[in-house]
C-alpha cells in the first residue's frame, strides 16, 4: 500500500470514531442522574374523581432502548412515576385499581407490579419536544401530566 492509501484509510477511521464518538455524546445527554420523589401515599389521593394517567406506546416497536431506570413506582399528583420521569408503557398494558391498590397489568393480563414498588425498567428518555414523544403515544403530550418521558422497553422487573 502507498502513503495515500493509508491516508484514505486513516481519514476512514477518524471519519468513523468521530460518528462514534458523536453518538456517544448525544445518547448520553439523555442521562441524568435522577433524584428520588417522595411516594404518595394512595389514600390521600381522590381516586373517585381522577383514574391515574396511563400514557401507552402506539404499538410494540420491533427494537427497544436498553437503558435501565430503578427507583420506586409513585403516583405524583395522579401521574405514575419513577423519580421525575413519566413512565409511557407499553402496547397493550394496563392499569387496575382494586381495594385502593394500583397495580399495573402487563399484556398477558398479569399483575406486574404496583404503586409503592422498587422496579427496574429496560427502555429510555430524556425531556422530549411535544411532537417527538407524540410519535410514541396518542394520549402525549399532555397538559394533565408533563415530562421527561421514560418509554418503557421490554425489561420490567419488580423487586
Excluded at 495515500?4 to 445518547?27: C, E, H, P, Q, W
Excluded at 420506586?72 to 408503557?89: K, S, T, Y
Amino acid at each position: 500500500m502507498t502513503d495515500i492509501d493509508y491516508r484514505r484509510m486513516d481519514s476512514k477511521v477518524l471519519a468513523i470514531a468521530f460518528v462514534a464518538i458523536i453518538g456517544i455524546i448525544i445518547v448520553s445527554g439523555c442521562i441524568t442522574e435522577k433524584q428520588p420523589v417522595p411516594p404518595v401515599n394512595v389514600s390521600d389521593i381522590n381516586t373517585s374523581t381522577s383514574t391515574p394517567f396511563f400514557p401507552q406506546q402506539k404499538e410494540n416497536p420491533a427494537i427497544y432502548m436498553d437503558a435501565q431506570l430503578v427507583g420506586e413506582l409513585v403516583l405524583d399528583d395522579g401521574c405514575l412515576r419513577v423519580g421525575d420521569d413519566l413512565l409511557v408503557w407499553p402496547h397493550g398494558f394496563s392499569l387496575s385499581t382494586e381495594d385502593g391498590v394500583i397495580q399495573i397489568i402487563d399484556d398477558n393480563g398479569q399483575p406486574i407490579m404496583r404503586v409503592g414498588d422498587k422496579i427496574k425498567l429496560g427502555g429510555g428518555g430524556c425531556e422530549m419536544p411535544s411532537e417527538r414523544i407524540a410519535k410514541y403515544s396518542a394520549e402525549l403530550p399532555s397538559d394533565r401530566c408533563s415530562g421527561p418521558y421514560w418509554i418503557v422497553g421490554e425489561v420490567i422487573t419488580s423487586d
